[in-house]
């Protein structure tokens, strides 16, 4: 069992940053794969970004390539997601998961945070 508890969101106007944190206690944190979800109320869980256990390789959806970036910290089991730019769209809450695969599907992955909210003003 991996638990994950996400940190960071928050209200922000549009431009801003956030970082969000997903620490994880438990088994391995650094064996798995770590990826970040968003839903947004009325819409399907949506990719945001991953990374694979070791750090070495990332993935993002279109919608946030060039705005954010995923990093994990094994030594400390952390992952963290670096928002800049944010948009209205971004409004969402955010989630954190860990499995034993990299990839983008949300079931691809075995164990989830609670999430945490991102609020994007115009």
Request: include cysteine; proline fraction near 2%; aromatic fraction near 12%.
């Amino acid at each position: 069992q991996v638990q994950l508890v996400e940190s960071g969101g928050g209200l922000v106007q549009a431009g801003g940053s956030l970082r969000l944190s997903c620490a994880a206690s438990g088994r391995t944190f650094s064996s798995y794969a770590m990826g970040w979800f968003r839903q947004a109320p009325g819409k399907e869980r949506e990719f945001v970004a991953a990374i694979r256990w070791n750090g070495l390789t990332t993935s993002y959806g279109d919608s946030v390539k060039g705005r954010f970036t995923i990093s994990r910290d094994n030594a400390k089991n952390m992952g963290y997601l670096q928002m800049n730019s944010l948009k209205p769209e971004d409004t969402a809450r955010y989630y954190c998961a860990a499995g034993g695969a990299f990839v983008t599907g949300p079931s691809g992955y075995d164990y989830w945070g609670q999430g945490t909210q991102v609020t994007v003003s115009s």
